[in-house]
């Protein structure tokens, strides 16, 4: 092989593996894509929202583990988040912080009253149709140490904390920061929705 194209490849192949080493720290530690499929956050979130989600904010976990290996803050009530779903960790879910550790949570007439305060919810505007099955009235549950209720903006259509309980710290993957990609279909891009913070 002629020595200049057997340096050309080996510079190729350095530059191949550092990228992946760069883009396995990225998504490690630092931002993760994710994209929604389902409606359980509308109108907050859209089927086809593809963000990016701080997987900083919270903590540094040991890749592959849930070992944090130190914290930098705790979810706010409010936040919208990712996290393993409890009854299946190989499962990424994203709901909304709605219960800190020991918060008194209840729902009533599909209302939340968070330690017995009425709580304003503006992300719940324009709810599509209610499922018959859905929970209306929950509660009162206090949440535990060391762990958070979730629920969906999408409060008529979502199978969240009041259904497969509370979500340990641990289990928490990050919080979602930015659309970075929107689209009901190939041809019916969201361009308003591309680059707006997750709020």
């Given amino acids: 092989m002629n020595p200049k ?19 396995l720290f990225i998504r490690s530690f ?3 894509a994710f ?10 979130l859209q089927i086809g929202d593809h963000l990016l ?26 936040d919208v988040i990712v996290f393993e779903y409890p009854k299946d960790p190989s499962k990424d879910y994203i709901k909304r912080v709605i219960g800190l ?6 729902v009533v007439d599909n209302h939340l009253v968070r330690n ?3 709580v304003d919810e503006p992300y719940l505007a324009g709810l599509p149709p209610r499922n018959p099955m ?27 904390s009041r259904y497969w309980g509370f ?13 970075y990609w929107s689209w009901a279909s190939l041809l019916d891009v969201r361009w308003s929705r591309i680059g707006s913070l997750v709020e």
Avoid at 35 to 44: D, E, N, V
């Fill in 53 to 78: 989600v701080n997987k900083f904010l919270y903590g540094i976990k040991l890749p592959f583990t849930d070992i944090t290996l130190f914290s930098v803050s705790d979810p706010e009530f409010g």
């Fill in 134 to 160: 859905v929970r209306t009235h929950f509660g009162p549950v206090k949440v535990p140490e060391g762990h958070y209720f979730m629920m969906g903006d999408n409060r008529n259509n979502s199978m969240d």
């Fill in 30 to 32: 630092v931002v993760q």
């Fill in 5 to 23: 194209w057997h340096e050309v490849l080996r510079e190729w192949v350095e530059a191949l593996i550092f990228a992946l080493l760069l883009a």
């Fill in 35 to 44: 994209k929604i499929p389902s409606g359980s956050m509308l109108q907050t």
């Fill in 167 to 179: 979500v340990g710290r641990d289990a928490i993957v990050g919080k979602a920061w930015r659309i």
């Fill in 116 to 118: 017995g305060q009425a």
């Fill in 101 to 106: 550790p020991g918060d008194t949570i209840e």
